[in-house]
Structures are given as structure tokens and as C-alpha cells.
């Protein structure tokens, strides 16, 4: 069974991660997917708001983007449009163990953050 909902409109950011705990050694990364999402949670899939991203702790902000072959903005700049409600952001470690803190925002909506972990091998 599978339902499908009209959304709202858009109300907040949510994000995720697909890992929550990399490698301190400068390289490993983790992707932080960003959704734009009504009052009631769904993704609202016609959201194209600004989303800006500030990375601090133990890892920096390296890449942005949003799947829209359209869209020429930089992949290295510190935000993107959402595409269809959604857009994504990666995080590198530094070399030094700590959280790394993500935080979105977009004007209007209200902003989400969640942290990764960066470990010693």
C-alpha cells in the first residue's frame, strides 16, 4: 500500500546524514541530505528555497548540490537552491578527532543542524 499526500507549504529544513561518524584523517567525508518539509513533515517536492549551510568544529564544508542539471551555481560555494524540496551538502574531516556541527538555513523556514563525529583510527 502506498499513499500519497498534498503538501503544505514549506515549513522547515530537515537533515540527515548517511554517516554519522567518520575518520579525523582529512579525507573522509559524510553527506548531509537537506529536505524542505511542510508542518506535517513531507517533503514539499515543488520547494526550490536558498539553503545555507555553516560547518564548524572539526570539519569543513567542500561541496553543494541539488541534482538540477540546470543549475550552473558553484558546487563549492556555502549554499544551494533546493531542487524538488531537496539539495545536499558535504563535510570533510580536518585532521584533528571532534564533532563536526552542520547547520541549514533558509529564510522563512525554520533551520535545521545535526552533527557527525570525526574519530581517531
Keep these: ?3 500519497i499526500v498534498t503538501t503544505g507549504a514549506p515549513a522547515a529544513l530537515r537533515l540527515s546524514v548517511d ?18 518539509v511542510d508542518a506535517d513533515g513531507n517533503v514539499v517536492p515543488i520547494a526550490d528555497n536558498l539553503v545555507q549551510f ?49 547547520r541549514a538555513k533558509a529564510e522563512g523556514l525554520t533551520p535545521s543542524e545535526i552533527v557527525v563525529s570525526a574519530e581517531s583510527n
Design 1 to 3: 500500500t502506498r499513499e
Design 19 to 36: 554517516r554519522s561518524k567518520i575518520i579525523a584523517d582529512g579525507q573522509d567525508v559524510s553527506h548531509v541530505k537537506v529536505e524542505v
Design 54 to 102: 555553516e560547518v564548524t568544529g572539526a570539519g569543513q564544508l567542500i561541496g553543494v548540490s541539488n541534482g538540477n542539471p540546470r543549475d550552473h551555481d558553484s558546487f563549492q560555494a556555502p549554499q544551494r537552491h533546493a531542487f524538488n524540496g531537496l539539495c545536499l551538502a558535504i563535510v570533510q574531516s580536518n585532521h584533528q578527532p571532534g564533532q563536526i556541527r552542520i
